[in-house]
């Protein structure tokens, strides 16, 4: 007997195979999968201990949509969920599964581990925390806020608009949702909203799209110093991703005085910057932020900054 008459002759056994080697699948698959009861008893946990200024990640990165479902929004709050950087926290909550961890806190202490059936809650402290001073994001929409366009013609007032968030679109490319609140401009707008970075993570933060031949200026009036203004920028992930186009520059002035700049350069990301103050701290004064990019397109250009 031939091989090849020989596997025709047994090939139907290779059917009750298939079916085993599927049901093993499935039999591991299950005993993976957390149950409810394990992420609730967990919830509780870390629920019982937290403080405004911690912080709740989920372990491995995959696992986020779940932990926030199961969490709520009263705990994953959008500061947390779509923070700029962990540093603003004191202290951290990793819910973890299958010995993951989680790289943004790589540095951090350990001081306490509870266990809740497949989760582990490990409890970190921040080993260089610092508390902030003010936060620009926090400022949007007060009274002590006021935005204009300045180009050839001179300098226009953006009036406060009160509204409902508009939604990004479904497809590809997708926009950010526009905020319902925002100072509306000739050609573009400022208001707090979600960035999704070129990382594909949300980020709180103040968009300020650019505008061609003109820069947005952003007043606020009563600004708490520190020792430096630590922020981020960024632009909407569609257009970030394709590495062309234009940079954009952002400035910032307190109190008449230049304290530094930054420029987000195409296809870079989420990019952090500080900018010392040290000779302001424990003032407080106007601060004045400038936003502008050469050339003719428009960027969604995000950034956040506090200090500290």
């Not at 394990?38 to 990165?61: Q, T």
């Not at 905020?179 to 990382?199: A, I």
């Not at 005085?257 to 987000?264: A, L, R, S, W």
Request: proline share 5%.
């Amino acid at each position: 007997m031939t091989l090849a008459v020989a596997l025709k002759r047994w090939a139907f056994a290779l059917v009750p195979l298939v079916g085993l080697v599927e049901l093993a699948l499935h039999w591991k698959q299950t005993r993976d999968v957390v149950p409810d009861a394990d992420w609730l008893a967990a919830r509780e946990g870390v629920k019982a201990e937290l403080h405004d200024r911690d912080l709740v990640v989920f372990a491995p990165e995959w696992s986020d949509p779940l932990g926030r479902r199961f969490f709520g929004a009263d705990i994953m709050t959008l500061g947390r969920a779509a923070r700029p950087d962990a540093t603003r926290f004191e202290r951290a909550f990793e819910v973890s599964m299958r010995g993951a961890h989680s790289a943004e806190l790589s540095r951090w202490k350990k001081v306490a581990e509870h266990r809740y059936g497949a989760l582990t809650v490990t409890t970190l402290e921040n080993p260089s925390f610092v508390p902030l001073k003010d936060d620009l994001v926090a400022q949007i929409g007060a009274k002590v806020v006021r935005v204009s366009r300045v180009d050839a013609a001179g300098e226009t007032p953006c009036p406060w608009q009160h509204g409902v968030t508009q939604s990004g679109s479904t497809y590809v490319p997708q926009g950010p949702a526009v905020p319902g609140d925002k100072f509306v401009c000739q050609g573009s707008y400022v208001g707090v909203g979600v960035l999704h970075d070129l990382d594909h993570r949300p980020r709180q933060c103040i968009f300020a799209g650019t505008i061609p031949g003109a820069t947005l200026r952003i007043r606020f009036a009563d600004v708490a110093y520190g020792a430096v203004l630590h922020g981020h920028d960024g632009v909407q992930w569609v257009t970030d991703r394709t590495k062309a186009g234009d940079s954009v520059h952002i400035s910032f002035k307190a109190m008449g005085q230049e304290i530094g700049h930054h420029t987000h350069k195409p296809g870079t990301g989420w990019v952090g910057f500080e900018l010392p103050m040290r000779e302001l701290s424990g003032q407080h004064g106007e601060l004045v932020v400038e936003v502008s990019a050469r050339g003719q397109g428009q960027k969604q250009f995000c950034f956040e900054a506090d200090t500290r």
